[in-house]
Structures are given as structure tokens and as C-alpha cells.
């Protein structure tokens, strides 16, 4: 079994910043690609964007130049920077984990707002 804690949303003003943290913890596993969704209210979720375990990254149109996904491999957490927060990135962000054997988890969610 895997756990994934998230952390660092909250409030921001538009054209502010947020980092958003996600580490997995367990035993006996190996995580292949990670990642971040996020479901505004009355939507559909959608993936904001993913990183393979070589670092390859992948990203949603929506945050192409405003967002930055890494990860830190050895303490099998990932990171979501971003900048040039709008109103519209208000949202519930999930992040996932993929192991290698096929199975995904996911995080408790961490609320972003972003508004004057």
C-alpha cells in the first residue's frame, strides 16, 4: 500500500504563486510516473501535468509556462511550481503515483484558490 500527503495549497492573489508538495510513503514499492489533476467545481478532473521516474515531463496546455513539475526520486516525492496564478487554476489539486506494478494512487486532494 502506498500513501500519498499532499500539501502547500491555499489562497493566492492573481499573478501570485503556490508549490505544491507530494510524497508517498509505504513499503515495498516502486513509483514509475507521478503527477497532479485538479476538478474545479461542476468539471470534469483534469491533468495539469506528469513526470516519469527519468524526469521526461508532460503538461496540460492550460499550465505550459506557468507550471513546473519535478521530483525528487529518493524521497519519492514531486513538486508542482506555480506562477502566474489565475482565477481559473481554482481548484482541488490531486497528485497520483504509479507503480511498477501497474497500480495508481492518489492524495487526499489540497484546495488552491486563487482570488483578490
Known amino acids: 500500500q502506498v500513501q500519498l500527503v499532499e500539501s502547500g495549497g491555499g489562497l493566492v492573489q492573481p499573478g501570485g504563486s503556490l508549490r505544491l508538495s507530494c510524497a508517498a510513503s509505504g513499503s515495498g514499492f516502486t513509483i514509475n510516473a507521478m503527477g497532479w489533476y485538479r476538478q474545479a467545481p461542476g468539471k470534469q478532473r483534469e491533468l495539469v501535468a506528469r513526470?516519469?521516474?527519468?524526469?521526461?515531463?508532460d503538461y496540460a496546455d492550460s499550465g505550459k509556462g506557468r507550471f513546473t513539475i519535478s521530483r525528487d526520486n529518493a524521497k519519492n516525492t514531486v513538486f508542482l511550481q506555480m506562477n502566474s496564478l489565475k482565477p481559473e487554476d481554482t481548484a482541488v489539486y490531486y497528485c497520483?503515483?504509479?507503480?511498477?506494478?501497474?497500480?495508481?494512487?492518489w492524495g487526499q486532494g489540497t484546495q488552491v484558490t486563487v482570488s483578490s
Open positions: 513526470i516519469t521516474s527519468g524526469g521526461s515531463t
Open positions: 497520483y503515483a504509479d507503480t511498477r506494478w501497474g497500480a495508481r494512487y
